[in-house]
């Protein structure tokens, strides 16, 4: 038996030990093993005896009896203790079973010796849990070759974030780029994530993931209430680029991967953003808190020149948002109930209520209501289960239900109250199997996403004011008016849903020798079946054609067949007095009925990491397929790093990689929507008696016709340097996309296409078509600490990052329309010179460059913790459609584009947290966030007509909470 050494005597005696790595300490008890022998060494039995004491001196023993290098940083080993062990066991069985709770897992790395890693799926969240000494904000993974980022669980906690969503936590990345118009003052109210644009790519042609299960929304993503702006379209509802909304307390880390990426991930033009979930602590735990803000702590920076105070003061529509008041709640229960069996139980409630005036102006109607609340919420429940019934299996249940419910009320329009449903469910089974040569990781999972609407009416009508009819406003300029009209109804129900089930397979090899290079090869599978749905659940009517003669006496809304109309006719005295039957001459109905597409896809992919002394190559290939458009696609993935110097402190980073994206629902969806329409009419009448409505006609062809479509990608090259230098990281790195074949829409005539038969088609038909295309160039640079910087007590982790970016891209999104023109790619008039229609730079997402600096200080000797972020995004110009929209130069006609000069915004935001120990476990904290803190005025300028709003001023934010 070995002899133990007195480690812990050895840390406290030269504690310098425990802020270096504990590798150093480590590597120096063995020779390197070869790359047989340690496959052999793994698998052969031994007796251990390794008593229970700290983690870190466990860990050398076990080295010394195993005759193995084992590295490990001491900040993952921290003040953990190790339960021992006592045995015969295989050298990896007596490893895993020393690490056992301690969210740290092994791997065998390149240099054929084995490495301690931070666990994502097992990460614990106990007081003594996995915690580095270190507040890392902004990390990255390990052999990521400059693609990867992960913002970790307490850079999560600690980001001065406002609303707490996902998308919030990415502000940090500088890949990353957001909606312009997600910050307008005039509807700080909302609470929906913002649109995230990675490299340059279209917002909805990012892979968002919830622990490895994706969980995008196919059905209209582009249609994202903040970049369309609109929720009253009768077909075109608002829909969230991401299925889901998440919020950051229930998640562990995010991890982003933006270049270089891994032929694991695909269906992207973007990036990758997989949200990895906590998981539960050993002990029970818990933490109950509440977050507000409202309207009254938040300063309003409006367009005088647009609208007056007064006049935004008395908004009736969600457009300008004068009032309002947040709310999140968040509960989380969380423990093991066996020594192998935990369960963690996370709800999180976001509201927001929008007090409005229902008619322009503040108009008090004598048929309606003064004021209406529109309502936001979104609710996030989450059951997630741990087992561990062996040493070698791991199985994990995650249930996560996430509705999200938008209420509204259309302006001047009574009984026009609907509610629009997002969100959806996820449910995943992932079981992981440690084998002697390979690692299975399965996953089997459901997902359900909708963007629906729920209207309170299904009938539309439009009268002219009368004292019956009396809700509308009677008056113009003050007077009197006989042409004001009383609006009534809504636009109906829609359900939009898509479903699906899905199995993937990861496999991983354990490291072998070939030839005098280690490789490590992984390979795996995804099975998909999805089905999509867009369905009109009930008949909706709009009334049209009003016909009104002077009523008499005798005058009447019995029809011919001697049925009383009250529905669709009305006799009344009008505004100024004047008897008046007023009746509708036509019915426009969308009849109930149902558009469907499926989709069975899958997809195979190989990788192998491979070093050669100090040269690392990641070869790797991905092969997608799909019976809805019949496509298949090879995407390449080559990725490599060179240690100039062996020891991590000066690599290159070089990559050439294709990414394909998805192809939506939306393109089949939109097809068949207008042979839903019937229409009814009857004609004038001039007697006491109204006519009867004539029988129902079908008059609907469809306006759009379903073509199969080439998968959409980019294709991408990379160049990256790193540098260690004076405990500092630096992260320089390039990246150039090039997007072919995105999806646009076009007309069949521009197209040279069959025209349509009027009948199952109108003659010149819209159809979506593989015509666009852009250009990005993307320049990072971030610096980070390698350890605390430590002053009066206090430590400071902090991230600086700043970027570049320049892309060309005409199209927003899939629904833009290209012409003749812009499909032969013609010059336009832009900016003064005329230039190719492809050459336009992109009219959203579009900072130039951006500077922003994260610090996270912690005071433990006043139980505080203060982070700031302060964020610079670099002045532009703004394109828009100029008026008149053609130019004539030299004889030639043009499209004509101008530009809107967008300041610097610089904000900085602040959090500051105290905390109060109650004994044991538990405490109350009090956190107030302040976001933009010198309440700088930034203006936004529309991409449509060029009009000036502004970012929201300064705004408070109050959490109080108590954990145990």
Not at 620 to 635: P, S
């Amino acid at each position: 038996m070995a002899t133990t050494a007195p480690t812990a005597t050895l840390l406290k005696r030269y504690p310098w030990l425990s802020k270096a790595s504990l590798a150093a300490l480590l590597l120096t008890q063995h020779l390197p093993a070869q790359a047989d022998a340690l496959q052999e060494q793994l698998t052969q039995r031994q007796a251990f005896e390794v008593p229970a004491q700290p983690l870190a001196g466990a860990l050398l023993e076990f080295a010394q009896q195993a005759g193995l290098q084992v590295s490990v940083d001491s900040g993952l080993v921290g003040e953990r203790n190790s339960p021992g062990i006592s045995g015969e066991w295989s050298t990896q069985e007596a490893l895993q079973r020393l690490l056992s709770g301690s969210g740290l897992r092994w791997r065998v790395n390149t240099a054929n010796s084995l490495t301690l890693e931070v666990d994502p799926d097992y990460r614990a969240q106990d007081p003594a849990a996995l915690q580095t000494p270190d507040i890392v904000v902004l990390g990255k993974a390990d052999h990521n070759f400059q693609g990867e980022a992960v913002i970790n669980r307490r850079a999560i906690e600690n980001f001065a974030g406002g609303n707490g969503d996902l998308t919030t936590m990415l502000k940090m990345h500088p890949s990353v780029r957001f909606d312009t118009t997600q910050q307008s003052s005039n509807t700080p109210g909302e609470i929906n994530p913002a649109d995230i644009s990675i490299n340059g790519a279209k917002f909805y042609q990012n892979n968002f993931m919830v622990d490895g299960i994706s969980i995008n929304n196919d059905l209209d993503p582009g249609a994202s209430s903040g970049s369309r702006s609109d929720v009253n379209g009768q077909y075109l509802l608002p829909s969230n680029a991401f299925g889901i909304a998440l919020d950051a307390d229930l998640l562990e880390e995010v991890r982003v991967y933006d270049s270089n990426v891994s032929a694991k991930y695909g269906r992207f033009n973007g990036g990758v953003i997989d949200a990895i979930t906590r998981r539960p602590t050993k002990e029970f735990h818990g933490k109950v808190s509440a977050q507000m803000t409202k309207s009254d702590w938040t300063r309003y920076h409006i367009n005088n020149d647009q609208m007056s105070d007064e006049e935004f003061a008395k908004s009736s529509t969600y457009s300008n948002q004068p009032e309002f008041e947040k709310l999140s709640t968040r509960v989380v229960l969380e423990g093991h109930l066996t020594d192998n069996f935990g369960l963690i139980g996370n709800f999180v409630r976001k509201t927001s209520e929008i007090p409005l005036y229902s008619y322009d102006g503040g108009f008090e109607s004598a048929g309606d209501k003064t004021k209406h609340n529109q309502e936001r919420l979104i609710e996030n429940k989450m059951v997630k289960a741990f087992w561990t019934p062996s040493d070698r299996l791991d199985m994990i249940l995650t249930l996560v239900d996430a509705p999200a419910e938008n209420t509204y009320f259309k302006s001047n329009q009574r009984d026009s109250g609907f509610r629009i449903d997002q969100g959806g469910q996820t449910a995943a089974l992932k079981t992981i199997w440690t084998g002697d040569t390979l690692t299975y990781t399965q996953q089997f999972a459901y997902k359900m996403v909708q963007s629906s609407r729920d209207a309170d009416s299904s009938t539309f009508k439009q009268w002219r004011w009368s004292q019956e009819k009396n809700w509308g406003n009677p008056y113009r300029d003050g007077v009197l008016y006989a042409g004001s009209t009383s609006i009534e109804g809504g636009m109906g129900d829609i359900e939009q849903e898509q479903s699906g089930l899905e199995y993937n397979l990861d496999i991983q090899a354990i490291p072998f020798d070939l030839a005098g290079s280690a490789h490590t090869l992984s390979f795996g599978m995804e099975v998909r079946r999805q089905k999509a749905s867009y369905e009109v659940s009930e008949d909706t009517l709009s009334a049209s054609v009003l016909r009104r003669s002077n009523a008499t006496g005798s005058s009447t809304c019995v029809t011919a067949s001697g049925q009383l109309d009250s529905d669709y006719c009305s006799i009344s005295v009008d505004a100024i007095g004047t008897p008046e039957r007023q009746y509708f001459g036509l019915l426009n109905s969308v009849r109930a009925g149902k558009v469907e597409a499926e989709q069975i896809d899958y997809a195979l992919y190989l990788q192998d990491d491979i070093q050669i002394g100090n040269l690392k190559l990641r070869p790797g290939v991905r092969f997608d397929a799909d019976d809805y458009m019949d496509k298949k696609t090879i995407a390449p993935r080559f990725a490599a790093s060179y240690d100039f110097f062996g020891d991590e402190t000066s690599v290159l980073t070089a990559g050439l990689n294709r990414y394909y994206g998805r192809n939506l629902f939306k393109y089949r969806l939109a097809d068949g929507r207008e042979s839903l329409r019937w229409r009814a009419t009857r004609l004038n009448s001039s007697t006491d008696t109204i006519r009867d409505f004539g029988p129902w006609t079908n008059f609907g062809v469809d306006e759009n016709s379903f073509r199969q479509l080439d998968i959409p990608y980019d294709d991408e090259w990379m160049v990256g340097f790193s540098q260690r230098l004076v405990s500092l990281q630096f992260e320089l790195k390039y990246v150039h996309r090039d997007g072919k074949d995105q999806v646009v829409r076009s007309r069949a005539n521009y197209l040279g296409l069959e025209q349509g038969n009027g009948v199952d088609a109108i003659d010149n038909y819209y159809t979506y078509t593989n015509a666009g295309q852009s250009r990005s160039e993307t320049v990072t640079l971030t610096v980070t600490p390698l350890e605390n910087l430590k002053f009066a007590g206090t430590m400071t982790s902090f991230m600086l990052g700043l970027d570049w970016n320049r892309t060309q891209s005409p199209q927003s999104n899939y629904d833009d329309l290209l012409n003749e023109d812009r499909l032969a790619d013609e010059d336009v008039y832009f900016d003064g010179r005329l230039i190719p229609y492809s050459e336009l730079p992109a009219d959203n997402f579009n900072r130039p460059w951006t500077a922003r600096l994260n610090t996270v200080t912690s005071i433990p000797a006043l139980n505080l913790t203060w982070t700031n972020f302060l964020r610079y995004r670099g002045a532009y110009e703004q394109i828009f459609r100029a008026t008149p929209e053609n130019i004539t130069i030299n004889g030639g006609t043009y499209e004509n584009y101008e530009v809107g000069e967008v300041s610097a915004a610089p904000t900085w935001d602040t959090r500051v947290k105290w905390t109060l120990p109650l004994g044991g476990s538990q405490s109350t904290y009090v956190a107030v966030d302040v976001t933009n803190v010198t309440d700088k005025v930034n203006n936004i300028v529309s991409n449509t007509a060029g009009v000036i709003s502004y970012e929201t001023g300064r705004q408070y934010w109050l959490e109080v909470g108590y954990q145990f």
